[in-house]
Nanobody, 116 residues
């Protein structure tokens, strides 16, 4: 079992920023693709962004230019910097680690609420 530890969610006003963190076991972090998903009430979970072991990134169209995914292999941590947040970004955000044929694992989820 792979445990991912998420942090950084909370309540923020529209236009504000938050940074999410996801720490993974060091033995597998550097070789894994890390992703952030989100699920809003009544909606399906969607992929927000991912970053491969080599640093290639990809983003959901609606967050391009506002969100930045990064990784620190020395700290075994992936980050999601979220700027210019809007109420439409309100959701539970989940960290994901993809290990190819060895499967994938999820964090516990962290609530992000954008509201005035």
């Amino acid at each position: 079992q792979v445990q991912l530890v998420e942090s950084g969610g909370g309540l923020v006003q529209p236009g504000g920023s938050l940074r999410l963190s996801c720490e993974a076991p060091g033995s597998i972090f550097s070789i894994s693709t890390m992703g952030w998903y989100r699920q809003a009430p009544g909606k399906q979970r969607e992929l927000v962004a991912y970053i491969t072991a080599s640093g290639t990134t990809n983003y959901l169209t609606s967050v391009k230019g506002r969100f930045t995914i990064s990784r620190d292999n020395a700290e075994n941590t992936a980050y999601l910097q979220m700027n210019s947040l809007s109420p439409e970004d309100t959701a539970v955000y989940y960290c994901n680690i993809y290990l190819g044929g060895l499967g994938e694992y999820w964090g516990q989820g962290t609530q992000v609420t954008v509201s005035s």
